[in-house]
C-alpha cells in the first residue's frame, strides 16, 4: 500500500554477499558515499527489499538485493531502509564504529537530510589538509625535501600543515621560510607540542601544561618574528598522547583546537559516544575541540565519505618518510580529490576554522555552528545575510570566556554570551572572524627546569639524528629500534625518539 505494491516482501540478507554497495548515480541524495562499496553488511540487523521493475529507486544494494530505495508515488517520495534497527548516538563508538554502524546510521541520516534538507545540521563545504610531524624548517629533514613537496603539492593538488615544535623556533632556514611566505595557500605550520619530549603533553599537572604552553607561544611568537612565518593555533600532540587537563588547559589559552590520532587521553580511559564522532569534532574532553586525522594508507573511501557527509575534517597525519615513497600519501589524496572534487585544501587552521555546519531555522534565519575557539565566516552572496552563530562547545556560559568579532557594531544584533552565541549581519561578500575568548588570570613569565631543558636539547638532537640519518639506513634503524625496545635500566634515561 504505502509503495503502491512496488516493494513486495522483506527479505533476509542472501548468503555470499558482504558489502554495501551505495548507486554512483545517487549523490542528490546519498552524498559523498554515492558510487562507493563498503562493508561489513550487519547480517542480524540488515534486511533487503524484493520489488518489481518499475518505480523503485535503488540507493544502496547489498548483492543484487535493494537494501535502500527511493520510491516516487505522485507528489511524495518514501523512503525504505532495510534496517532492523537505528543506532544509539549514545553508545559507545568501539574501534570499528563505522563498519559496525553503517546501516544503523548512514541510511537514516541520509533520508532525513533529504527530507529536511536545509532544517538540519549539515555541512557546506568541506576541508582537508596533510600533516606532517616534527620536521624543522630547513630544505631537507629526512626524506622531505620542501621544493619537493611543493611540487607534489602543485601536481595533485593538496596543502601541508608542518606540526612544528615550538623548540626549533631559532633553526629555520630563511630559503625554506620564503617558501612557507611565497605559497601560503599550500604550505603551513601549526603547534606540535613545545619540546617534544616524552608525552610532555599527557602530563595532568595544570602549572606545568601552563608553563609549556606559555613557553610554546613566546618560541612561536619569536618565530613569526623572525621569519614572518604565521602558526595557526592548533595543536598537534606529540606521540599522539594527552591528558584531559591538557585539552583544559589549551583552552584556556585561547586556542582553536587540538588535532590527535586517536581520541583516548593517557592513562584516562574514555568512552567516546557515537555522536562526538558525527561531527566536526570530538567535544567530550573538557569542552574543547579534538579534530581527528589518520594516516594516508588508512582514508579510504569509507572514512572520506563519512568525513565528508558529517562534516569533520580530512585530516591526514603522516611524517618525513612519508616521502621516501610518497605513492600512498598521493594514493590518499586522490581519493579524497576524487569523492570530493570541490573539496578545499588549506591550512589545519582555517580547516578546523571552517569546519562548521549550517542551518535554516523556522524564521528562516540561517545558523552557523562552530567547533573551534575562532571561526571564519564569509557571505558569498550579493545581500546581506542575518547569521546566528553559535559554539558546540559544552560547559561555556558567561563567566567562563567572552565573544570577539572583528564585524562592524552595526553589524551585531545580539550577543548572548550565557549560550555562546551571536546574532550578526554579514555584508555581501564579507569574510568575518569571530572567537570564544577565556580570560588570562595570570601573565607571569612561564618556566620550565634547567633539567627539563637539557633533556629536551638531547632529545631534539637525537631525534633529527634518527631521522636525518638512521632513517636512510635500513640496518642502522633496526639496531637503533631494536635498542630502543630494552627497557631502560634507569628511569630517568632520556628516551629519544618518537
Ligand atoms: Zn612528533
Same mark, same amino acid.
Given at each position: 500500500?504505502?509503495?503502491?505494491?512496488?516493494?513486495?516482501?522483506?527479505?533476509?540478507?542472501?548468503?555470499?554477499?558482504?558489502?554495501?554497495?551505495?548507486?554512483?548515480?545517487?549523490?542528490?541524495?546519498?552524498?559523498?558515499?554515492?558510487?562507493?562499496?563498503?562493508?561489513?553488511?550487519?547480517?542480524?540487523?540488515?534486511?533487503?527489499?524484493?520489488?518489481?521493475?518499475?518505480?523503485?529507486?535503488?540507493?544502496?544494494?547489498?548483492?543484487?538485493?535493494?537494501?535502500?530505495?527511493?520510491?516516487?508515488?505522485?507528489?511524495?517520495?518514501?523512503?525504505?531502509?532495510?534496517?532492523?534497527?537505528?543506532?544509539?548516538?549514545?553508545?559507545?563508538?568501539?574501534?570499528?564504529?563505522?563498519?559496525?554502524?553503517?546501516?544503523?546510521?548512514?541510511?537514516?541520516?541520509?533520508?532525513?537530510?533529504?527530507?529536511?534538507?536545509?532544517?538540519?545540521?549539515?555541512?557546506?563545504?568541506?576541508?582537508?589538509c596533510v600533516t606532517v610531524?616534527?620536521?624543522?624548517?630547513?630544505?631537507?629533514?629526512?626524506?622531505?625535501?620542501?621544493?619537493?613537496l611543493?611540487?607534489?603539492m602543485?601536481?595533485?593538488?593538496f596543502s601541508t600543515t608542518i606540526?612544528?615544535?615550538?623548540?626549533?623556533?631559532?633553526?629555520?632556514?630563511?630559503?625554506?621560510?620564503?617558501?612557507?611566505?611565497?605559497?601560503? #595557500?599550500r604550505l603551513? &605550520?601549526?603547534?606540535? !607540542?613545545?619540546?617534544?619530549? @616524552? /608525552?610532555?603533553? $599527557?602530563? %595532568?599537572?595544570?602549572?606545568?601544561?601552563?608553563?609549556?604552553?606559555?613557553?610554546?607561544?613566546?618560541?612561536?611568537?619569536?618565530?613569526?618574528?623572525?621569519?614572518?612565518?604565521?602558526? #595557526?593555533?592548533?595543536? &598537534?600532540?606529540?606521540? !599522539?598522547?594527552?591528558?584531559? @587537563? /591538557?585539552?583544559? $588547559?589549551? %583552552?584556556?589559552?585561547?586556542?582553536?583546537?587540538?588535532?590527535?590520532?586517536?581520541?583516548?587521553?593517557?592513562?584516562?580511559?574514555?568512552?567516546?559516544?557515537?555522536?562526538?564522532?558525527?561531527?566536526?569534532?570530538?567535544?567530550?574532553?573538557? !569542552?574543547?575541540?579534538?579534530?581527528?586525522?589518520?594516516?594516508?594508507?588508512?582514508?579510504?573511501?569509507?572514512?572520506?565519505?563519512?568525513?565528508?557527509?558529517?562534516?569533520?575534517?580530512?585530516?591526514?597525519?603522516?611524517?618525513?618518510?612519508?616521502?621516501?615513497?610518497?605513492?600512498?600519501?598521493?594514493?590518499?589524496? !586522490?581519493?579524497?580529490?576524487?569523492?570530493?572534487?570541490?573539496?578545499?585544501?588549506?591550512?589545519?587552521?582555517?580547516?578546523?576554522?571552517?569546519?562548521?555546519?549550517?542551518?535554516?531555522?523556522?524564521?528562516?534565519?540561517?545558523?552557523?555552528?562552530?567547533?573551534?575557539?575562532?571561526?571564519?565566516?564569509?557571505?558569498?552572496?550579493?545581500?546581506?545575510?542575518?547569521?546566528?552563530?553559535?559554539?558546540?562547545?559544552?560547559?561555556?556560559?558567561?563567566?567562563?570566556?567572552?565573544?570577539?568579532?572583528?564585524?562592524?557594531?552595526?553589524?551585531?544584533?545580539?550577543?548572548?554570551?550565557?549560550?555562546?552565541?551571536?546574532?550578526?549581519?554579514?555584508?555581501?561578500?564579507?569574510?568575518?572572524?569571530?572567537?570564544?575568548?577565556?580570560?588570562?588570570?595570570?601573565?607571569?613569565?612561564?618556566?620550565?627546569?634547567?633539567?627539563?631543558?637539557?633533556?629536551?636539547?638531547?632529545?631534539?638532537?637525537?631525534?633529527?639524528?634518527?631521522?636525518?640519518?638512521?632513517?636512510?639506513?635500513?640496518?642502522?634503524?633496526?639496531?637503533?629500534?631494536?635498542?630502543?625496545?630494552?627497557?631502560?635500566?634507569?628511569?630517568?634515561?632520556?628516551?629519544?625518539?618518537?
Open positions: 500500500m504505502l509503495t503502491a505494491d512496488c516493494v513486495q516482501a522483506v527479505l533476509p540478507v542472501p548468503e555470499g554477499v558482504d558489502a554495501y554497495v551505495v548507486a554512483a548515480n545517487s549523490r542528490e541524495i546519498c552524498g559523498p558515499f554515492s558510487g562507493i562499496s563498503l562493508g561489513t553488511v550487519d547480517r542480524v540487523n540488515d534486511r533487503v527489499f524484493s520489488h518489481t521493475e518499475h518505480g523503485c529507486r535503488e540507493l544502496i544494494t547489498i548483492g543484487r538485493q535493494v537494501h535502500v530505495a527511493a520510491v516516487r508515488l505522485d507528489n511524495s517520495e518514501v523512503f525504505l531502509v532495510g534496517s532492523e534497527d537505528v543506532v544509539d548516538l549514545d553508545a559507545e563508538a568501539g574501534d570499528a564504529w563505522m563498519s559496525q554502524s553503517f546501516s544503523r546510521l548512514v541510511p537514516h541520516a541520509i533520508a532525513m537530510r533529504h527530507i529536511f534538507r536545509d532544517r538540519c545540521w549539515h555541512p557546506v563545504q568541506n576541508y582537508a610531524d616534527d620536521p624543522l624548517l630547513c630544505p631537507n629533514y629526512g626524506f622531505l625535501n620542501y621544493e619537493c611543493l611540487r607534489l602543485e601536481k595533485h593538488h606540526a612544528f615544535i615550538p623548540h626549533n623556533f631559532r633553526r629555520s632556514s630563511p630559503r625554506v621560510t620564503k617558501l612557507f611566505r611565497e605559497h601560503s #595557500d603551513s &605550520i601549526c603547534f606540535h !607540542g613545545n619540546d617534544h619530549t @616524552e /608525552a610532555e603533553f $599527557a602530563s %595532568r599537572d595544570p602549572s606545568r601544561l601552563t608553563a609549556m604552553i606559555r613557553t610554546a607561544e613566546n618560541r612561536i611568537s619569536a618565530h613569526g618574528e623572525i621569519t614572518s612565518v604565521p602558526c #595557526d593555533r592548533v595543536m &598537534i600532540f606529540p606521540q !599522539g598522547r594527552f591528558s584531559i @587537563e /591538557a585539552m583544559a $588547559a589549551l %583552552r584556556s589559552h585561547n586556542f582553536d583546537a587540538a588535532v590527535n590520532s586517536n581520541a583516548q587521553p593517557q592513562g584516562q580511559p574514555a568512552r567516546l559516544k557515537l555522536r562526538e564522532l558525527v561531527q566536526p569534532a570530538v567535544l567530550c574532553f573538557s !569542552g574543547f575541540p579534538l579534530f581527528l586525522r589518520r594516516t594516508g594508507i588508512f582514508t579510504q573511501d569509507a572514512d572520506i565519505a563519512f568525513r565528508l557527509f558529517f562534516g569533520v575534517p580530512v585530516l591526514i597525519c603522516e611524517h618525513h618518510d612519508a616521502f621516501r615513497r610518497p605513492d600512498d600519501l598521493i594514493d590518499a589524496v !586522490g581519493r579524497i580529490n576524487r569523492l570530493a572534487p570541490d573539496i578545499n585544501w588549506c591550512s589545519a587552521g582555517t580547516a578546523v576554522q571552517r569546519s562548521v555546519l549550517h542551518r535554516v531555522d523556522v524564521q528562516g534565519t540561517l545558523c552557523v555552528k562552530s567547533f573551534s575557539g575562532t571561526v571564519q565566516l564569509t557571505n558569498q552572496s550579493r545581500s546581506q545575510q542575518l547569521v546566528q552563530l553559535e559554539w558546540a562547545f559544552p560547559g561555556f556560559n558567561g563567566q567562563s570566556g567572552v565573544l570577539e568579532h572583528n564585524a562592524h557594531t552595526e553589524d551585531v544584533r545580539r550577543v548572548d554570551p550565557a549560550e555562546a552565541r551571536i546574532f550578526v549581519v554579514l555584508p555581501p561578500g564579507a569574510t568575518n572572524s569571530f572567537s570564544i575568548r577565556c580570560p588570562q588570570t595570570s601573565h607571569e613569565p612561564a618556566s620550565l627546569s634547567l633539567r627539563h631543558n637539557v633533556r629536551a636539547f638531547i632529545r631534539r638532537r637525537l631525534s633529527e639524528l634518527r631521522d636525518n640519518h638512521i632513517s636512510k639506513h635500513p640496518l642502522l634503524l633496526e639496531m637503533a629500534t631494536a635498542m630502543l625496545r630494552r627497557p631502560p635500566h634507569n628511569p630517568t634515561t632520556v628516551q629519544p625518539f618518537q
